[in-house]
């Protein structure tokens, strides 16, 4: 069973939003809203800051709060590579997936359902990188089987630094970010 | 320092959470309110009060399904996708809280109309002729009658406590993210209800019998509400910020004015002295307690969205 992911080189991204842009293109995201986007986060003491630039989206987690509490069986974890969907045929704009996700992922389309990153699950299922890893100038994502104990994706995890967003959670985030 | 600059600007979630506006409140209060109502009408009813002259379990079943109505209505503006609500019986989910509501929901309205069947209102009963008839067969069982009062009190405490169990299960939000959530709207909702039968009981022992209730119901929301707090505040650092929200920040004046002073402390003053008879019974208190109730489901519906993980300091 392939469980699909990916990683992140905070290091060689540059916040150029080229992932933002060509996720709206392929997938039709309408004017004012994103599945994906942008984080700057800079901490420290002054003069000694540090600047992490992370490219953000769903995190497909492994522990999904959203498919737990949806009430109609729309969001769901998909037969392959448990990605995480929402059949929008069965949604009913409830919001509750979106009060549910410690990663404000998800938003409300202006058609009415609740919409979020499906990890270009379309692309995917051609052979194709997500649509956002496909266009990165710098190659800092990297999309692939999690599971496969040879795939740059799990080979970058085993030798570098790296983290996920609010592990504390306890959503097991499926997007890992290298430092 | 910690500065985060997210470029994301989705509606409904920055620069905070507003999925939820007034409708869920208003249907969370109504939903409490109606819960309190069946558990107060079940425990009359399998007291026998139900045979007496007066007693407000007869007018109860019908008002609790306009209110519990009006906040299905509230809940139903609220979807986003409105012509898809059917959707939620079209499966069961048993992991979503939300699933299980909307199946109380649907079991709460056969329950209320068996109890209508009691004591069937005279304007009812003079339109449809057979509902006495009806009447006649449920009265004709007494096993009959005390199960009806008991399916009131289920009823009345699976609704009570789903709507709190409904944000409590929610993990993403941290002021919400706790179990006594759900008995606080349980005891929020018989305090609420309590009142709400004293403003209408006709029968003075039936009023005093409802304000001394009331007392040890609003005194009980009062240390639920205690330990909800404590449970946050010696918790993990999204815990003590969210509870913060609450007892320091934006939300605190509206929370100590008018849900624990206004909503439960001077009502509760006002109603032990009634029921001491030292001064008369006045409907100020019941109708404090009511909007207490309702006040306490707006600020934790509104600060609950406002709690967040990664507005921690320190939390990626």
């Known amino acids: 069973m392939a469980r699909y992911g990916m990683v992140i080189d905070t290091t060689t991204c540059v916040g150029c939003m080229d992932c933002v842009v060509a996720c709206k293109t392929e997938n039709r995201v309408p004017e004012g809203y994103n599945r994906d986007w942008i984080a700057y986060d800079t901490g420290g003491t002054y003069p000694t800051l540090n600047m992490e630039i992370r490219s953000e989206r769903c995190n497909h987690c492994d522990n999904p709060p959203c498919v737990y509490c949806c009430p109609c069986g729309a969001s769901h974890i998909h037969d392959r590579g448990g990605v995480i969907l929402v059949h929008h045929e069965k949604c009913s704009g409830c919001k509750a997936c979106i009060a549910a996700c410690p990663y404000d992922a998800r938003f409300i389309h202006p058609e009415g359902y609740a919409d979020k990153c499906t990890l270009c699950i379309h692309r995917v299922e051609q052979g194709l990188d997500p649509a956002c890893v496909a266009v990165c100038p710098t190659r800092c994502m990297v999309f692939g089987d999690l599971d496969d104990p040879n795939s740059a994706v799990t080979r970058l995890i085993q030798s570098r630094r790296h983290h996920t967003l609010i592990p504390e959670a306890g959503t097991e985030p499926q997007i890992h970010f290298l430092t | ?316």
């Open chain 2, 1 to 316: 320092m910690r500065e985060l600059v997210v470029t994301r600007h989705n509606p409904m979630i920055d620069p905070t959470l507003n999925v939820w506006g007034w409708e869920v409140p208003v249907y969370l209060f109504l939903g409490g309110l109606v819960a309190g109502m069946m558990i107060i009408s079940g425990f009359f009813i399998t007291r026998g009060r139900h045979r007496q002259e007066v007693c407000s379990c007869t007018v109860l079943p019908s008002l609790s399904m306009i209110l519990l109505s009006i906040g299905i209505l509230a809940l139903f503006f609220d979807l986003e996708y409105k012509l898809h609500a059917w959707r939620m019986y079209a499966t069961f989910q048993p992991a979503s809280p939300m699933s299980w509501g909307s199946w109380i929901l649907i079991l709460v309205y056969p329950v209320l109309l068996a109890t209508m069947m009691i004591r069937p209102t005279s304007w009812l009963s003079r339109g449809l002729p057979v509902l006495n008839r009806w009447s006649r067969t449920l009265n004709g069982s007494e096993h009959r009658i005390r199960m009806i009062g008991f399916a009131n009190i289920a009823a009345g405490i699976a609704l009570g406590l789903y709507t709190g169990v409904l944000l409590g299960a929610l993990g993403a939000r941290p002021l919400w993210n706790s179990p006594l959530l759900g008995l606080l709207f349980l005891v929020s909702g018989l305090s609420t209800a309590a009142a709400f039968v004293h403003l209408i009981a006709t029968d003075a022992e039936e009023r005093q019998l409802l304000a001394r209730a009331d007392n040890h119901f609003l005194s009980i929301e009062l240390l639920v509400l205690f330990l909800f707090l404590i449970g946050l505040v010696t918790s993990t650092q999204v815990q003590i910020e969210s509870a913060k929200l609450l007892l320091v920040g934006d939300f605190a004046p509206v929370f100590w004015v008018f849900v624990v002073g206004l909503g439960i402390i001077i009502p509760l003053i006002i109603q032990s002295l009634a029921v001491r008879h030292r001064i008369p019974h006045t409907p100020v208190a019941p109708l404090l307690v009511i909007a207490g109730g309702l006040v306490l489901r707006f600020v934790l519906v509104a600060a609950g969205q406002a709690s967040h993980w990664t507005r921690t300091p320190g939390v990626h």
